[in-house]
């Protein structure tokens, strides 16, 4: 959908305009009762911004232009820990981040990256909008950050290598991969005897590049929009992971609006994240073909074996243990039964 030539575009143009954007303010949002800022760490053609700048346009005529909210898109203002320090003082209204990174300060929210839990999407959603969503959500709010009730989608994970393609546990002995910086994921890269390396995406290329790490994981998309193909060689279809991005705001900019003005945010969010959710999935299936033709080799290994080293390991059991035994119920509710 092309996007008109208006404030939203330009503060999506590119990271000098978006930057220097604060300071060249139109009348319209100088006016605003609320100017809010919203950081991610995705480019503008991301679906992710593409459907939150169209909320972005709803919001402000449903407020009649009492709220503006700008984007600051690609890690603009800074990596994921330093934007989410940035969220909870306050200096960031609005971020969207990977559940599985921000449990580094809500435990909880890596839940839904348990290896293998999710069989396909209508199971994902079935789980993140239902009992264990809200569950996630409860524990967000303790921590003084308020999430909306529809995640984004972030997609099924695949391996990426330099070496050689995954076919089983074996491949994945001693293997350098990179992973963000999570206990979850580091946890089960080491059960299954990688050596994994916490980096942050801002830092992926040049890591893959000058061989920190010889391998990685993330979905097809987002291989894509980092250029991986450039330093990776093959592509291991494991869906060993799903993963989103909450949609989470700084809890007294929040408390700030008033009631109507929180519905027609939260409404209007929640909207484009549904969107966001029926693009990423449509696009995956282009997604293959695509990068094989950037020069990618695929296979889809067996992945029982894989998930039967992580069971013999004791991974299930001890994130059983470390999430507790109601939000583990609550996952089993909808997956079935793990480990």
Not at 94 to 100: A, I, K, N, R, V
Not at 285 to 289: E, G, P, T, V
């Given at each position: 959908m092309a996007l008109k030539i208006d404030r939203r575009r330009f503060v999506l143009a590119g990271g000098t305009a978006a930057l220097a954007a604060p300071f060249i303010l139109s009348g319209k949002a100088r006016a605003a009762e609320f100017n809010y800022k919203f950081a991610n760490?995705?480019?503008t053609d991301h679906a992710l911004n593409v459907r939150v700048n169209e909320a972005i346009e709803r919001i402000r005529e449903e407020s009649g232009g009492r709220v503006d909210i700008m984007v600051f898109p690609n890690n603009q203002l800074g990596s994921d820990t330093d934007t989410l320090s940035q969220?909870?003082?306050g200096a960031v209204e609005?971020?969207?981040?990977?559940?599985?990174i921000l449990s580094t300060l809500v435990p909880i929210a890596s839940i839904n990256g348990i290896g293998f839990a999710f069989p396909d999407y209508a199971t994902v959603w079935k789980t993140m909008d239902g009992d264990l969503g809200a569950h996630v959500r409860a524990g967000i709010e303790k921590s003084g950050l308020h999430a909306m009730e529809k995640i984004f989608d972030n997609g099924f994970r695949q391996v990426t290598t330099s070496t050689k393609p995954i076919t089983g546990p074996d491949d994945l002995a001693g293997l350098k991969i990179r992973v963000p910086p999570s206990p979850l994921w580091t946890s089960m890269f080491q059960a299954l005897g990688s050596a994994p390396v916490s980096i942050n995406w801002n830092e992926v290329y040049t890591s893959l590049q000058t061989h920190v790490a010889d391998a990685q994981e993330n979905p097809l998309s987002t291989i894509k929009i980092g250029r991986l193909y450039e330093v990776q060689k093959y592509v291991s279809l494991t869906n060993h992971m799903w993963d989103g991005f909450w949609f989470l705001a700084n809890s007294r900019a929040w408390g700030a609006l008033p009631e109507d003005l929180q519905e027609i945010v939260s409404r209007n969010i929640?909207?484009?994240a549904v969107e966001e959710r029926a693009d990423s999935e449509k696009n995956n299936?282009?997604?293959?073909?695509e990068l094989e033709g950037l020069g990618l080799t695929f296979n889809a290994p067996d992945t029982g074996p894989i998930r039967e080293k992580l069971r013999s390991a004791g991974f299930y059991d001890q994130w059983k243990k470390e999430y507790g035994e109601e939000a583990w119920a609550l996952l089993e509710q909808t997956t079935g039964k793990l480990g």
């Open positions: 760490n995705l480019t969220l909870r003082s609005f971020f969207t981040l990977s559940g599985l929640n909207q484009a299936h282009s997604l293959r073909a």
